[in-house]
């Protein structure tokens, strides 16, 4: 039989490749896909090491150091516990994609047959067409699902009440504050479905134009302002909830710029955020001023953390 090298190393490429970025999407790491294309290159070659006459490439101690490899020039190396963390959650990926590609391909397979109590099967030089399939179509869906799958179980794992500091920028203003990290918060904007964090504007009010609370408090003349020149306004959302006891109302939300909350030691940077203004204190002890969004550390991006 024929082999044909340069497809089955372009077919490990693209496996090496969505692997790795499965990677990184589970642990929220910020590669780029150059680095992750590297990284997947650098795997890829290993199906050459294969045809070579030598038993070394078949040792595990070999295979964890080029895996190693790989996971330093994907993702670098910053902190010890990071970098093993990166290994073992590829390791995790691979072993559970390769167990459903295996389970997909013997579902699929119908050219099997028993040669001397031994299953036998064929196949072409091209590489084994369920890999093929797994790459065009699975992967994708498999993205996808893990990606909804991950972010429901960090929801969960958030605390129902813990307090962060946060940092929100609307245009040239910085806000600074502690909110609450509350899971029973819900509310996003209908049209562009960005979580809703809730600001206590009474905090507040000396930094945010008057404009602005004026409009937050007289949502009826939404519309009906001259204020054009205010460029605030063209950030103004309307957002429905519900309250237990009476009908549904609106609250008056700003697009925020950036938003910034410390978890602990770690600083998490999200931009599609809403910021709705309550007009009244929503914390009677003056504990927090803000109420955050589980979903906004949810879609944030790690910028810093302690060494």
């Not at 519900?242 to 939300?253: D, E, T």
Request: hydrophobic residues 45%; neutral net charge; charged residues 20%.
């Amino acid at each position: 039989m024929t082999i044909y090298l340069d497809v089955i190393w372009f077919l490990n490429l693209c496996i090496d490749f969505l692997l790795l970025w499965l990677t990184a999407l589970i642990l929220k790491r910020n590669t780029s896909k150059k680095r992750l294309f590297v990284g997947a290159l650098a795997g890829s070659l290993y199906v050459f090491f294969l045809f070579a006459d030598t038993g070394v490439v078949y040792h595990p101690v070999v295979k964890l150091i080029y895996s190693a490899f790989i996971i330093f020039i994907t993702f670098g190396y910053k902190r010890f516990a990071s970098f093993v963390q990166g290994l073992f959650m590829f390791y995790f990926t691979t072993f559970i994609t390769g167990g459903g590609l295996l389970g997909i391909h013997y579902f699929l397979q119908s050219d099997a047959q028993v040669i001397n109590g031994v299953i036998q099967t064929k196949s072409s030089g091209l590489g084994d067409p369920i890999s093929w399939l797994f790459v065009v179509i699975m992967f994708p869906v498999m993205i996808i699902f893990t990606k909804r799958r991950v972010g429901h179980l960090e929801v969960r794992k958030l605390h129902y009440e813990q307090n962060m500091t946060f940092e929100v920028k609307i245009d040239t203003v910085m806000l600074k504050g502690t909110g609450l990290m509350d899971s029973g918060n819900q509310l996003h904007d209908p049209i562009s479905k960005h979580p809703v964090m809730i600001l206590d504007t009474t905090e507040f009010k000396d930094q945010l134009p008057k404009a602005v609370i004026d409009l937050a408090a007289n949502l009826d003349q939404i519309g009906q302002t001259e204020d054009d020149e205010n460029s605030w306004i063209d950030r103004l959302r309307l957002i429905p909830y519900r309250v237990v006891g009476s009908s549904n109302q609106f609250l008056a939300g700003i697009k925020a710029d950036h938003v910034y909350i410390w978890e602990n030691d770690v600083k998490h940077e999200t931009k599609n955020v809403i910021v709705g203004l309550s007009l009244t204190n929503i914390s009677g002890e003056r504990d927090y001023n803000a109420i955050l969004h589980p979903k906004m550390l949810l879609n944030a991006k790690v910028t810093s953390s302690a060494s």
